[in-house]
């Protein structure tokens, strides 16, 4: 998978979400998402919101996925 369909998937799920993907091999990826989503979840939901946008994918096409999820508040404050 490359990056630009990862964050197609995100903002498919996420519309209006701020996405950024970056792999080097194409199996390996980091992801800053920022979501108004995200708004009162910890940690765990957010990131089980942007597995479900990858669905059958992660643990196949996506080995490993880095995640920095944020509320848009969080990512105004650093």
């Known amino acids: 998978m490359q990056a630009e369909e990862m964050e197609a998937l995100f903002l ?6 701020e996405v950024k993907v970056v792999t080097v091999d ?11 989503e ?13 597995y479900a946008a990858l669905g059958e ?3 196949g096409e996506v080995h490993a996925l880095s995640l920095r999820t944020l509320t848009p508040a969080e990512a105004e404050n650093g």
């Open 12 to 17: 498919a799920a996420l519309p209006g979400a």
């Open 26 to 36: 194409d199996v390996h990826f980091q992801a800053r998402i920022v979501a108004r």
């Open 38 to 50: 995200f708004a009162g979840k910890p940690t765990l939901a957010r990131h089980r919101l942007v």
């Open 57 to 59: 994918r992660m643990g």
